[in-house]
């Protein structure tokens, strides 16, 4: 028995983690305690030397709390808490539709178009799908829209939020995997525009062969002079996309660290408000809350996460993981790649994507390494990246998918009486199938991941 716990320690971690997760017990809390009480046991059993657990301290400020890169996620959290309260986002959505009302399925169309463009400051998942459905969902079902078009629409618009940069999860991943926050923007761009494309081509295919689903706004819809359009744009428009071309091409550019431009992000935020007139003091008060409730609530999972993965590598973690994956018949990088891809998969029923990221990518991060995909395309140099946009475009399939998918639940609270949780679920059928297309596209052709880093030279 002693033996078995010897040689086993690091895989019985690993299981009790996800026995207690499940149960309901907080992920931070599981994760630090988890680490404190294997570290003790390893120590009995001679295979953790107790001074280790200064070392977890050590690498909880140098890898977490004193991390510039780290830094910028309460800034991106209090940008996207400000254009969401302050009403920024639906002057947004207003503008985009009155652009493009000829287009067939406009207002479906903008609604995708938005969550492209506004989802990626939003850090929850939830958070990001309940804003649109708030703001949107009400106006595409008194429009006549088919109510399944609809909230499948904002559902994969809102999961968009994960991907798009400057998404938060971008950072985090960086982090975990040691490579550049500029470098994972970049690559999470075309993936990100190829799931948005593939959704806008299925409302336009949907638009064109099924009208009904998708009734044509009424020609006097919005601005009937010159001058009402150049202020609606002026308005709703024009600040919003500076800000963001500021925000993301100062990264790009090499001009500021992303700290340095979610600050700048910050800033600009808090000017599109005070142009709106809606920079109030309790508007700040709210945005403050929010960032320092979500803010605790990431970097305390950081924590924890850190003092679990240090414990669980120093057990031999990582070759025990191997080992167990070969006899289950997981050898080849591709079986190791699928393996992890379904693992992500199930994972992001139950779970947020910050909790997956920090369990998955230091566990698996390592082991993928070890594998060479030069003949695919991808030089050693680049498999984070590409490995890290692969997850992040699964992970939005997960959250989708019938009947676990967290997105279900957020969309079943947030729409009309009327509609039943199975209409939720046909809702997203299609485009879960969008977006298993967007994965595969992405896995079998790496340069949709890579082409921007490469062109910017990031990558040879």
């Not at 009486?417 to 059928?429: E, H, L």
Request: proline share 6%; glycine share 10%.
């Amino acid at each position: 028995m002693i033996n078995f716990l010897t040689d086993n320690l690091a895989l019985i971690m690993f299981v009790s983690m996800f026995f207690f997760i499940f149960i309901g017990y907080p992920v931070a809390f599981i994760m630090g305690g988890l680490s404190l009480i294997f570290a003790l046991l390893g120590a009995w059993l001679g295979t953790f030397n107790l001074i280790g657990i200064s070392d977890i301290v050590l690498r909880m400020w140098g890898g977490v709390a004193n991390d510039p890169v780290l830094a910028s996620i309460p800034m991106f959290i209090f940008m996207g808490s400000i254009l969401e309260r302050s009403g920024s986002a639906k002057d947004m959505l207003d503008t985009t539709v009155v652009l493009l009302k000829r287009c067939p399925g406009a207002l479906a169309v903008s609604v995708m178009v938005m969550g492209t463009i506004l989802a990626a400051p939003t850090t929850p998942i939830g958070a990001a799908v309940i804003t649109l459905s708030v703001i949107a969902l009400p106006q595409m079902l008194a429009a006549g829209y088919d109510k399944r078009l609809a909230i499948g629409t904002i559902a994969s618009a809102g999961t968009l939020g994960i991907l798009i940069p400057p998404a938060i999860m971008l950072v985090v991943m960086a982090e975990m995997l040691a490579t550049s926050a500029g470098n994972l923007f970049l690559a999470a761009i075309m993936p990100g525009f190829l799931l948005s494309g593939l959704y806008i081509l299925y409302i336009l295919a949907v638009a064109i062969f099924k009208p009904g689903a998708t009734p044509k706004l009424p020609r006097d819809y919005g601005p009937q002079t010159t001058k009402e359009f150049w202020h609606a744009m002026w308005r709703g428009l024009f600040p919003m996309t500076t800000l963001l071309v500021f925000v993301l091409g100062s990264i790009f550019a090499g001009w500021a660290t992303p700290t340095e431009s979610g600050a700048v992000g910050v800033l600009g935020s808090m000017f599109i408000a005070a142009l709106n007139k809606r920079l109030t003091m309790k508007m700040m008060t709210e945005s403050i809350f929010a960032t320092c409730r979500a803010n605790g609530l990431v970097f305390l999972i950081f924590l924890g996460a850190t003092g679990f993965s240090y414990v669980f590598r120093v057990l031999g973690g990582d070759e025990l993981m191997v080992s167990s994956l070969a006899k289950l018949g997981v050898d080849t990088k591709w079986e190791m790649l699928a393996f992890i891809m379904v693992l992500i998969f199930l994972l992001g029923f139950p779970f947020e994507w910050i909790e997956i990221c920090l369990i998955v990518l230091p566990v698996f991060g390592p082991i993928l390494l070890k594998y060479d995909f030069s003949d695919h395309g991808v030089p050693p140099a680049a498999l984070m990246t590409w490995f890290a946009t692969l997850v992040a475009v699964n992970l939005q399939t997960a959250f989708m998918t019938p009947p676990f998918g967290a997105t279900l639940f957020y969309m079943k609270g947030t729409v009309p009486p009327g509609v039943k949780m199975s209409d939720v679920f046909a809702a997203m059928y299609p485009f879960v199938a969008l977006q298993v297309l967007g994965l595969l596209l992405c896995i079998y052709f790496p340069s949709i991941s890579l082409w921007l880093p490469r062109l910017a030279g990031f990558i040879e």
